[in-house]
T-cell receptor, first 116, second 113 residues
């Protein structure tokens, strides 16, 4: 059973370009979470999605950032008009069907975005 | 949202037992305590989770006192490969039933030969 897949692993963009980060959850997982990690800091929650639905985007910047998890295909985190401050590691995690107790989140290897 | 406090860094020699304590004074009734491990350039990996008392698995033990305001991750006989950042998380189980976890800065454990 393959783990959470993220691609690309490294992405370099110039200021003003768009960045698209992809995440394929573990097989059977319908919940996806995106986190951002700045150097020497912990992970910060950005958004939580289920198939075709954004459940919680309270950690996502209001402008330039968007996320989706279509019925078919990977989840996409899209950053428009990137700025240097967007340089970070972006991690995706997935979990199985929601229950009333804690669901362990399985993390991908991350995408390291560098904005020149 | 419960906030956690843990030491920024710790050093230990190989073969020793390491205990990392985390404070979470505002933990809520429905919150679970979870620990993750993160190696450089990798995503976090689940280690252990508990609600109260003691939990043990093949990797670590988790001690939670009755008031649940703190917890201690215990790693027996650490090796060099245990060098990593360890995060203590307190889950915010909202009405939707999912965990909107918050990662702090973690504890950077350095195992010395």
């Amino acid at each position: 059973n393959a783990g959470v897949m993220q691609n690309p692993r490294h992405l370099v963009r110039r200021r003003g370009q768009e960045a698209r980060l992809r995440c394929s959850p573990m097989k059977g997982h319908s919940h996806v979470y995106w986190y951002r990690q700045l150097p020497e800091e912990g992970l910060k929650f950005m958004v939580y999605l289920q198939k075709e639905n954004i459940i919680d985007e309270s950690g996502m910047p209001k402008e330039r950032f968007s996320a989706e998890f279509p019925k078919e295909g990977p989840s996409i985190l899209r950053i428009q008009q990137v700025v240097r401050g967007d340089s970070a590691a972006y991690f995706c995690a997935s979990s199985p069907k929601r229950t009333n107790s804690y669901n362990e989140q399985f993390f991908g290897p991350g995408t390291r975005l560098t904005v020149l | 949202l419960a906030k956690t406090t843990q030491p920024i860094s710790m050093d230990s020699y190989e073969g020793q037992e390491v205990n990392i304590t985390c404070s979470h004074n505002n933990i809520a009734t429905n919150d679970y305590i979870t620990w993750y491990q993160q190696f450089p350039s990798q995503g976090p990996r689940f280690i252990i989770q508990g609600y109260k008392t003691k939990v043990t698995n093949e990797v670590a033990s988790l001690f939670i006192p009755a008031d649940r305001k703190s917890s201690t991750l215990s790693l027996p006989r650490v090796s060099l490969s245990d060098t990593a950042v360890y995060y203590c998380l307190v889950g915010d189980l909202n009405s939707g039933g999912y965990q909107k976890v918050t990662f702090g800065t973690g504890t950077k454990l350095q195992v010395i030969p």
